[in-house]
């Protein structure tokens, strides 16, 4: 039994990247989710500490103690020192700066008599002003009231700037403390164990994300295996049917040169009984001119035969390639049998070839098979018509003319035309015959093997007619030579074998 094969990397690398784009799609989802959740629990914790900064602020700014708020007083402190070059040790300058802190120190004043005592009143441990920018001193209160080392993590800080937004001339800063404090940090705590809910429930949720992603990468490996696994199987199979084939057509071809060696054996005699016979002086000249004639059929037909045995002795997928005219090769076929054509096939046997030379590469033996072969099909075809035509002459109605039917239908003749044309770089053959047609169905499976609609009907070709094996040795000779076949057919128009072959045009036959 054959061990499994693993997929190659090729085949699997696909789903391995359409798993990546599938995990990065849910991680990318889960990762949203965990983000809006972690969102609405931050601004549920914090919207109530931002809204504490916005009254302490509101606070500092609007306080008056004497009839000016703090933005204004900082504002003429900053005035002075630019309009008139004050420095810090001049008298309106340190007028200012006292009347800043005492202004620091009464907006404490209240947060230390009622500490500990009104809900959400803050405790303010220090106020700094600072001037960026300047080497101005700072304007500084801080609570002599100790801090309860306890509750030192639960003071706050605003810092904003008092004066100007873009460039701030002064920047204040507030370290505070509200006096619900244990409130607060109970709402910090619940706020960030609903955050680890939020976060556990968002994992849990990803867990059959995920589990979902691994089934279908899994299910996609399958798949590439299988498909994998078929196509191992079909290019088994068709390697078998190849070597079928191969060896089908190797035994065909040994059994035809069997026969070959064989017929070849049997000519011997009668050459030598007609050389024996012209070399007498008491024979007539048409009877010498007879003989002359018998000798030479016989002498095709032996050359003929060692071509055979020249082929079917070497593997019949390889062929011997040369240069190859092939007007000169549908020429010389049309030399050799359209004399048999005209008496005996009762066609007429035509050819159009271009001016000139048509040269293609490939091997001459068998290129004369499959012109032959496609020849004879196109002569059975003309066959098959006439008798088409004599059975329906026959089942006609008898109305006086019916023999006149008869008789057109025996004067009927088939017509076989090997026509050559030129187009770019190719070369075409074309064998058109005006036979029996081929319906679409028979037209698809005429060059496959075995298949013949010929079978009880050959009329030339004894017990051997009708195998389905001519048009399949025509396309593995094509194969082998690079070249196209284009069938045209229609029922009772005729058929059209077009051959392209690629043009060797440079080339001079026998290179």
């Not at 003929?304 to 040369?322: G, K, S, Y």
Request: charged share 25%.
């Amino acid at each position: 039994m054959d061990a499994p094969v693993a997929p190659p990397s090729d085949l699997i690398a696909p789903t391995g990247r359409r798993f990546a784009v599938a995990l990065t799609i849910v991680l990318v989802l889960w990762a949203a989710m965990v983000g809006g959740v972690a969102y609405l629990l931050y601004s549920r914790t914090y919207w109530l500490r931002e809204a504490d900064e916005a009254n302490l602020r509101e606070w500092l700014d609007e306080a008056r103690i004497y009839r000016k708020s703090l933005p204004e007083l900082v504002a003429e402190y900053v005035d002075l020192h630019d309009r008139q070059r004050l420095d810090d040790t001049d008298g309106p300058v340190v007028h200012k700066r006292q009347e800043i802190a005492e202004q620091l120190k009464c907006l404490a004043a209240p947060t230390r008599i009622y500490q500990a005592q009104i809900p959400l009143f803050p405790d303010v441990f220090r106020f700094d002003l600072r001037f960026p920018g300047t080497n101005w001193q700072s304007i500084s209160w801080i609570s002599p009231a100790p801090r309860p080392r306890a509750q030192l993590k639960a003071t706050n800080e605003l810092t904003y700037p008092i004066l100007g937004e873009n460039e701030p001339r002064a920047v204040f800063s507030c370290e505070y403390r509200l006096h619900a404090f244990n409130m607060r940090q109970r709402e910090t705590e619940e706020s960030q164990q609903r955050f680890a809910w939020a976060v556990g429930l968002a994992a849990v949720a990803g867990l059959p994300a995920f589990f979902w992603v691994y089934l279908v990468y899994r299910r996609e490996q399958a798949r590439e295996e299988a498909r994998l696994a078929a196509q191992q199987r079909a290019s088994a199979a068709e390697k078998a049917t190849l070597e079928l084939k191969s060896q089908f057509f190797a035994n065909i071809g040994i059994m035809a040169g069997s026969y070959a060696h064989n017929i070849k054996n049997l000519l011997v005699r009668p050459n030598d009984l007609l050389a024996r016979c012209a070399a007498t002086d008491d024979l007539a000249p048409v009877q010498k001119t007879m003989l002359g004639e018998v000798r030479e059929t016989l002498g095709t037909v032996t050359e003929r035969l060692q071509e055979i045995l020249q082929t079917v002795r070497r593997d019949p997928t390889r062929t011997h390639v040369a240069v190859v005219d092939l007007n000169a090769m549908v020429q010389r076929l049309w030399s050799t049998w359209s004399d048999l054509a005209r008496e005996k096939w009762k066609l007429t046997l035509t050819t159009d070839v271009i001016p000139g030379v048509l040269n293609i590469r490939g091997d001459h033996s068998h290129l004369v098979q499959m012109l032959e072969n496609l020849m004879f099909n196109a002569r059975d075809a003309t066959f098959e018509r006439r008798n088409v035509l004599r059975e329906e002459a026959r089942a006609g109605s008898d109305d006086g003319t019916r023999q006149k039917r008869l008789l057109d239908a025996a004067a009927w003749k088939g017509e076989v035309l090997l026509r050559t044309r030129r187009d770019a770089n190719t070369a075409e053959l074309e064998v058109i015959d005006n036979g029996v047609g081929m319906t679409e169905e028979v037209r698809r499976q005429c060059t496959d093997t075995h298949f013949s609609t010929k079978r009880d009907n050959a009329i030339f070709e004894g017990l051997n007619a009708g195998m389905g094996l001519g048009l399949s040795f025509v396309t593995m000779v094509l194969e082998h030579h690079r070249a196209k076949l284009e069938i045209e057919s229609a029922p009772r128009q005729g058929a059209t074998f077009r051959i392209i072959f690629p043009e060797a045009s440079h080339d001079r036959p026998g290179d």
